[in-house]
C-alpha cells in the first residue's frame, strides 16, 4: 500500500503546482491600473478608508471616493490645483450628518504630508427665525473657515476636509481631499533671496593669529523664513549641507530669520528688498554660544 500511496501523491503534487502556474499565468495583473480592476479580479481589499486594494506583486490601489462624496460635500473656494495665499477662505457646503456640534475638521497639508494648519469649519446658520441650527438636518449647510499659514517648502499641497467622527469606527470616516498650489511658477524662478547662514564660534578660545581649523562652520538644515512686511505672508526653505539657501518670493520688503531649534545658535534678522526679476544675497551668521 505504502509503495501505491506514495507516487500518486507525487503526481497529485505536481499536478497542483502546474494547475497553480497556468493560473496565475493566465490572470496576468500587470494591466491592473486602479481599485475596479483590482476589485473585479478578486485580489484582496483592505479594511481601511478609503479602501484599498493589493495585485499579488504587491501593488495598492485606493478606492477613487470623489463622485461619492458629490451628494455629502461640496466646495465653492478653493477649486482643484488654485494657487493659495495665507490667509485664504474655504467656502462650500456638506450635508448636515458630516458636521458634529456644527463643526468638521479641516487640515492643511504640503506634499511631504506635514501639517501645516489644522482647525475646524463652523456651520453657517440659516437665518430663520424660531428653526433649529442649519447643521441639525440631512440637508446642505454652508460652511465657511479662514486658513492662515506659512508658506511651505513644497510647491503643492492639499486641503482635507473630513467628516467628523466622534465615534472614531471607520466605517464611519469620510473626507475630501483638494490639490493646491502655494506658488506660482513665474514667482518660483523669476525673484527672491538667496544666502548662506554659517556658525561662529567654533573653538572655545578665539586665537590670534585666527586658526582657519576654528573658522564659521555652515549650518546645515537650518529653517530660514523670509516674511513679507506688509501682508506678513512668509515664504520658507531649508539650507543645505554647505549652509546655502534659496528662496524664490516676489517683489516686497522682507525680514530674513532663521528659526531656533534650541537656544542655540541665536541667528541675527536681515531686512532685504526684492526686487522684480532679481535674486537678492544675503549672509546670515548665527551664535553657536561655544567661549
Known sequence: MKQFWHPLILIVGIGLVIAAIAFFSSNDYSDITNF????????????????QCKTPDGRTFARDTSKDLENLIRI??????????S????TGEARGNWYFEASFPVILLDASGNVLVQTHAE?????????PPGWMTTEFVAFTVVLTFSVPITETGTLVLEKDNPSGLLENANELRIPV???????QSGSGISGYVHLGPTCPVERIPPDPACADRPYTDAFVRAREKSSGRTFNTRSDAGG??????????YIVSVDPVNILPRCGTT??????NQFVAIDISCDSGIR
Open 36 to 51: 475596479d480592476e483590482c476589485a473585479a479580479a478578486g485580489y484582496p481589499i483592505m479594511e481601511s478608508y478609503p479602501q
Open 76 to 85: 465653492t473656494s478653493p477649486r482643484a490645483n488654485e494657487l493659495i495665499t
Open 87 to 90: 490667509p485664504f477662505t474655504i
Open 123 to 131: 456651520a453657517q446658520s440659516d437665518g430663520s427665525a424660531g428653526s
Open 181 to 187: 498650489r502655494f506658488r506660482e511658477e513665474s514667482i
Open 244 to 253: 546655502n539657501f534659496r528662496i524664490a518670493a516676489p517683489e516686497g520688503s
Open 271 to 276: 531686512d532685504v528688498v526684492v526686487k522684480a
